[in-house]
């Protein structure tokens, strides 16, 4: 199909990121904070998924030089981003029970791992150990 549009079609050799280029550069970043977090945090290498869209997150709100200082939030939006609802990937954090989960003497509260933030909601995931 690409011939007849006198497309040809190259694909890099194998074990070479370098012909890739920027693509290979962004993915190789966003797996290095990943490392990074999952590491720091202490938590399960079963949560790579959280890790990852909480490392991308964090990319795309922080300042970047390619963007003359701007956040790439900032540069989308027209805005500058909010900070103050950011948390530590990895903190321990208590859940509330539902009173139907819990008797009158029991704890209220469930210790859990902060593991991101809903992509659709106003809300968080966490880990209940």
Same mark, same amino acid.
């Given at each position: 199909?690409?011939?007849? #549009?006198?497309? *040809? ?5 194998? #074990?070479? !990121? ?7 550069? +962004?993915?190789?970043? *966003? ?5 990074? *977090?999952?590491? =720091?945090? =202490?938590? !399960? ?11 991308? =997150? ?5 300042? &970047?030089?390619?963007? @003359?200082?701007?956040? !790439?939030?900032? +540069?989308?939006?027209?805005?500058? !981003? #909010?900070? /103050? @609802?950011?948390?530590?990937?990895? %903190?321990?954090?208590? $859940?509330?029970? @539902?009173?139907?989960?819990? =008797?009158?003497? @029991? &704890?209220? %509260? $469930?210790? /859990?791992?902060?593991?991101? %933030? $809903? +992509? ?10």
């Amino acid at each position: 199909m690409l011939a007849l #549009d006198g497309t *040809i079609h190259q694909t890099p050799c194998t #074990d070479t !990121p370098e012909q890739n280029g920027g693509a290979e550069r +962004k993915h190789r970043h *966003i797996i290095e904070i990943a490392r990074s *977090i999952l590491l =720091s945090a =202490s938590v !399960p290498s079963e949560f790579w998924g959280e890790v990852v869209f909480t490392a991308v =997150s964090l990319i795309n709100t922080i300042s &970047s030089s390619h963007n @003359s200082g701007l956040y !790439p939030f900032e +540069k989308f939006y027209g805005h500058v !981003p #909010d900070y /103050s @609802s950011f948390r530590v990937f990895g %903190y321990t954090c208590f $859940v509330l029970c @539902s009173y139907m989960e819990c =008797s009158n003497l @029991s &704890s209220h %509260y $469930v210790v /859990s791992v902060f593991l991101g %933030y $809903v +992509k659709v909601k106003r809300g968080i995931i966490v880990f209940i150990q």
